[in-house]
């Protein structure tokens, strides 16, 4: 019982987290989802391709039932970083479509298993996990680029949160730049205190 538990509430979340990342695209102009905006390249776009990759192998091949689109192999040098950007050709739509139709894929392989039914990741040291390793995994990543995209929006329109009707984004300004100086004041009287 507990383990069904445990399966739902992971793949709750999991839901949740993947539909606050493809939001932080929503009024946002094509090239303000492209467009780099880390010294790395990091683009809203690209988080949203990236996790469709690597959640449809996840959840794919590791337990031996693949993606049935085709997907650069892991292991292939010159794809190495594609999964991170958005060429011109590339549409939002056509991206955020594939991230929903893995969605529909892996949900149809985590219903499908039990939470300690057997995968194989190749490319992991430990390389035999089981779904509940998989679906942590996949909620601690899909988390951590959700988090990206969100300090990533905020910087194009100031907008945080899991969803529209959560968003800070139409918080007073001078709130915000009242807040941005205080913890400014705060770290400088810490760097004076220090050196």
Not at 2 to 9: G, M, N
Not at 10 to 21: C, G, K, N, P, S
Not at 67 to 74: A, V
Not at 167 to 191: H, K, M, P, T, V
């Amino acid at each position: 019982m507990i383990d069904d538990f445990a399966k739902e509430y992971l793949h709750t979340d999991l839901r949740e987290i993947r539909e606050a990342v493809v939001w932080k695209l929503d009024g946002l102009s094509e090239y303000d989802i492209r467009r780099p905006l880390t010294s790395t390249g990091t683009n809203l776009l690209g988080l949203v391709k990236h996790l469709s990759l690597w959640e449809s192998r996840y959840f794919g091949e590791v337990f031996d039932r693949p993606f049935p689109e085709p997907s650069p192999r892991w292991n292939d040098a010159g794809e190495r970083g594609a999964d991170l950007w958005a060429t011109e050709h590339e549409t939002r739509e056509e991206i955020i479509d594939r991230y929903r139709r893995v969605w529909s894929h892996s949900d149809a392989t985590i219903t499908a298993l039990t939470i300690d039914s057997p995968g194989h990741v190749p490319w992991w040291p430990r390389p035999d996990v089981k779904l509940f390793n998989i679906l942590v995994h996949m909620l601690t990543e899909t988390g951590r680029h959700a988090g990206h995209a969100d300090i990533l929006r905020e910087q194009l329109d100031g907008s945080t949160g899991m969803a529209a009707g959560s968003a800070s984004g139409q918080r007073d300004a001078a709130f915000l730049e009242a807040q941005r100086a205080r913890i400014e004041r705060a770290a400088e009287a810490a760097a004076s205190a220090g050196a």
